[in-house]
């Protein structure tokens, strides 16, 4: 047999055997055992014989049997052994008891939780739940902001910890509860100015079979496949629908009822381009935003080909929130005030993400000042990379390397000049200066940035064969070679698990010594696993490593910015030149005496500009000065135009027929809506509109007002007010008057109320008002709810059945001898008057036996014995009932017509007794009429 113990056997445990069994006569249960620690060699050899003999019967007529793998063993499983059921419980998830997994489990066809309709993911990764909870962000996979040109969906919490969804579209069948809402109209005026090559109003609407005719009140500028976008909001009437033209007319346009998705165009509309599906010329505008959101901004858009702004923003010039783009680092992502364009990115002053080397030259000829900086080294921007600390900035941090130093010695000591210890730097990689810059020198040794310290890696796309693929890198850096050798570029320890075959990025070249510092790029294959290393066994000197999946011809853009001022001019603009110079795109300020412009300009030459002080001559031949938006191919004439109805008085006052405003609005006084606003006050108003343009605003007697500190109604007789307010030095928060004798309807028939409430269906109590304080009225205060309670059992003991939250009055018939009710329990009362435990009361009830009823008791703490001889009633939940004379009754006998009023009283203070009860809870008999 085998003895298992750590704590009396070194190895854990012993063979041992049973030698002698000596079992009781007299107790034939009992026995002694007497164990052998050692068996004899003779008899292990015989066993030992026996059970080979055994093994090769069995292997002779059977298949060999298996191995067992216990629950210590540390065998692997293969096809020829088993797990024994200890091991199993181990090794395998139950189905029967709560289990964990300490590895990830995949399940190929989906999961259900619970019974099948409650729940359940397939294998696609669709998802039907039940319920669930999401305690920070939902969001779609494109999502890129909260923008009018953002794309995809977001529901979650924002920084102010309150929810916030953002969706495209919404639909809402039934009812919509709004407490606050904010419309931004898009149009080519307002708070949002969109700049395209057309816009019109519309003039009037007919239906042509499945087609709309739309037109316009000017001259219809759509063409074929345009776009077409209008979003309004008038009162309750908010529409939005982004059309396709069909066809046009000489008036107006042709457009498929499918295209507006189910909502209705409306004459006075406005409408704008907003791309073109097919004529790349008319896919382009420009978007001024200053809406309420507050984040003013230009968008330059191009490239709309759809119902989308998805890769269609080329540029923005304001409020970059929002913009999500994977050229820059997710941590770094575009934001704040500044400009963003296609490979540019302006953040506070002017922060060029070309590269740290900016030389800033000062020149002054002629009367001219200018101020040029010219990042002409085409330095590459690191935060592109994946290559940590690229630009040395930060030492080696990051890096690993080797160095050899010879430190000089005499007497076995070392020679010490200028504080240090003097030695010869032998090879090795460091940090120095170079002509002007910080670089990494390399002396016929290597640098190495290990997996764990690149800033991040890519993520691969999957072939057919659900295998990863590894991506094209390029590596990028400036040199200047002191002494001629090798340079070998590559990743170590790469794991190719899960990936497609492929060649890891290896790169040796022979490089030359120069004069200066020139450009090195290189590429090749990687999938994102082991650790860079550059290696050199000359002497080298370089700096700016980016590492990216970008080409390298992408990133050798020249950044250029301009000062310029004249006697005639001030002009300040940034331009962006590829690596052939030619320009790109130029954004920039002039300023002339003939006006002042902000512009942009790609490379075609097509430019949006904002003018202001243009000069022009009205019908009486003055000069006056206007703004103007201007744009090629772009007309805003007889759209956005004052026509007379909108004017600013010199006084600074405007005049307008309508108006809508978004934002903060501030006024000391005026009239809306026939509201006077003035003085801190807001109430009814007369408007009073006088021939000479002068407006009169008088309050009213009647209506509403509003101060600081109270809301309250006026009428003829009548007045309801409510606020922490004081009437003559007496604090009050709610007045009701009425005392008017002339109403709209006939006087002295109806009744009048203050306050009318009606409260019911809780199961829990229903209490028109609650709380502290006294209740003093000139005039009758009562309720008329009663209860009835039926009596219908003999020998029976009714208890519960006053029920405090319905009433506080009882008709009790009985209808059956012998029959006692209870007053109510303490509990009954609480929840009646919805008070806690430890709150004193006192309470009156009436209780009324009903005409016809048969004689009853009520009955208070009660010392009767049930059927069972138990004492039910004997408990302190039950008022002791007190009469007149300071003595106690069990029971008080009713007859018809009787009537019993008591006051239940709780005393959490009171110490007396009777008939060794406590009295913390009585009923004290007020009145007994037979």
Request: aromatic content about 10%; hydrophobic content about 35%.
């Amino acid at each position: 047999m085998r003895l298992e113990s750590d704590r009396f056997f070194a190895s854990g445990y012993r063979e041992s055997r049973i030698t002698v069994v000596d079992q009781k006569l007299e107790r034939p249960t009992e026995a002694d055992i007497e164990i052998s620690d050692v068996l004899s060699q003779t008899t292990q050899s015989r066993m030992a014989d026996d059970i080979e003999n055994v093994r090769s019967e069995v292997k002779a007529n059977t298949v060999e049997l298996p191995d067992v793998i216990r629950s210590w063993d540390t065998t692997l499983p293969t096809d020829n052994n088993l797990f024994s059921a200890r091991r199993s419980e181990q090794e395998f998830l139950s189905r029967k008891r709560n289990d964990r997994t300490k590895g990830r489990i995949t399940f190929e066809q989906g999961v259900v939780f619970g019974e099948e309709e409650n729940g359940f993911v397939d294998g696609k990764g669709n998802a039907e739940l039940l319920t669930a909870v999401v305690k920070e962000l939902l969001s779609s996979g494109d999502y890129s902001g909260g923008g009018l040109t953002d794309r995809g969906w977001k529901l979650g919490m924002d920084e102010d910890r309150l929810s916030h969804l953002i969706v495209d579209k919404l639909t809402v069948r039934q009812v919509m509860n709004v407490f606050e809402l904010l419309i931004n109209k898009v149009r080519s005026v307002g708070g949002q100015i969109c700049v395209s090559a057309a816009n019109g109003k519309i003039k009037a609407v007919e239906e042509q079979g499945d087609y709309y005719l739309i037109s316009f009140e000017q001259k219809n500028m759509f063409v074929r496949h345009d776009l077409v976008r209008c979003q309004t909001f008038t009162g309750t009437d908010l529409r939005s629908y982004w059309v396709e033209v069909a066809d046009v007319t000489t008036d107006g346009i042709v457009v498929a009822k499918e295209e507006f998705e189910g909502v209705e165009p409306k004459a006075g509309d406005e409408c704008v381009l907003m791309g073109n599906t097919a004529v790349e010329n008319r896919q382009n505008l420009v978007l001024i935003s200053a809406t309420e959101d507050g984040e003013p901004r230009v968008d330059v858009m191009d490239g709309v080909s759809g119902k989308s702004f998805g890769n269609a923003l080329r540029a923005r010039l304001g409020n970059l929130d929002g913009i999500k783009d994977d050229t820059f680092p997710w941590n770094n992502q575009p934001r704040g005030n500044g400009l963003y364009a296609d490979n540019v990115y302006l953040r506070g002053t002017f922060l060029l993400s070309t590269g740290e080397d900016v030389k800033t030259k000062l020149e002054i000829t002629e009367g001219k000042v200018q101020s040029a900086i010219d990042s002409v080294r085409n330095d590459f921007l690191s935060e592109k990379g994946y290559l940590n600390n690229p630009t040395f900035a930060s030492g080696l941090e990051k890096w690993n390397s080797e160095n050899e130093t010879v430190f000089f010695l005499v007497g076995n000591k070392w020679v010490w000049a200028n504080g240090a210890a003097l030695s010869k730097k032998g090879d090795g990689a460091s940090v120095v200066t170079d002509m002007g810059r910080k670089v990494v020198r390399i002396r016929n040794k290597y640098i190495r940035q290990k997996h764990e310290n690149l800033r991040f890696v890519p993520t691969f796309p999957t072939n057919s064969d659900g295998k990863k693929k590894a991506l094209p890198v390029y590596l990028s850096f400036f040199y200047r070679c002191a002494k001629s050798g090798t340079l070998k570029i590559g990743f170590e320890n790469v794991d190719k698990a899960g990936f497609a075959d492929f060649n890891s990025m290896e790169v040796s070249e022979e490089i030359a010594a120069t004069d200066g510092y020139v450009q090195y790029t290189c590429s090749g294959l990687w999938n994102g696993t082991g650790d860079f290393k550059l290696e050199f066994d000359g002497d080298i000197y370089l700096y700016m490593l980016v590492l990216s999946t970008d080409k390298i011809e992408a990133l050798t853009y020249k950044y250029k910015t301009l000062f310029e001022q004249s006697e005639r001019l001030v002009k300040i603009s940034a331009a962006v030149y590829d690596k052939d110079e030619q320009a790109l795109q130029e954004t920039g300020l002039m300023i002339q005496p003939e006006g002042t412009g902000i512009y942009i300009k790609d490379a075609n030459g097509k430019l949006a500009l904002i003018g202001v002080g243009v000069e022009e001559t009205d019908a009486e031949g003055n000069k006056k000065t206007v703004i103007k938006l201007t744009a090629d191919n772009i007309k805003l004439e007889g759209l956005v135009t004052a026509n007379g109805y909108f004017k600013v008085k010199e006084d600074g006052s405007i005049e307008a027929v309508n108006g809508t405003f978004r934002g903060h609005v501030y006024a000391e006084g005026g009239a809306i809506g026939g509201f006077s606003i003035g003085n801190g006050h807001i109430g009814g108003a007369d408007v009073i509109y006088n021939e000479d343009g002068t407006i009169e605003v008088k309050d009213t007697e009647n209506g509403l007002f509003l101060y600081d500190d109270m809301i309250g109604f006026n009428d003829k007789g009548r007045q309801a007010i409510f606020g922490t307010w004081n009437n003559y030095g007496q604090p009050m928060l709610c007045r009701l008057v009425d005392t008017a004798t002339d109403y709209n309807f006939d006087f002295g028939i109806s009744p009048k109320y203050g306050i009318v409430f009606d409260i019911e269906n809780s199961m829990n109590g229903n209490f028109a008002f609650a709380g502290k304080g006294s209740g003093v009225l000139n005039g009758a205060m009562d309720g008329y709810a009663y209860k009835k309670i039926a009596l219908d059992k003999a020998n029976t003991v009714f208890v519960g059945y006053m029920d405090l939250q319905a009433a506080n009055r009882f008709i009790v018939k009985a209808t059956q001898s012998s029959a006692v009710v209870a007053l109510p329990k303490i509990g009954q009362v609480r929840d009646g008057l919805a008070i806690g435990k430890n709150t004193a009361f006192c309470m009156r009830i009436t209780i009324i036996a009903d005409i016809g009823s048969s004689n009853y008791k009520v009955c208070g703490r009660y010392s009767q014995q049930d059927s069972k001889k138990e004492y039910p009633w004997n408990t302190e939940e039950l008022p002791v009932m007190v009469h007149w004379d300071g003595g106690h009754y069990e029971t008080l006998d009713m007859g018809k017509g009787d009537t019993l009023e008591v006051l239940l009283v709780y005393d959490p203070d009171s110490t007396e007794t009777l008939n060794g009860w406590p009295t913390k809870y009585t009923a004290r008999i007020i009145n007994k009429q037979s």
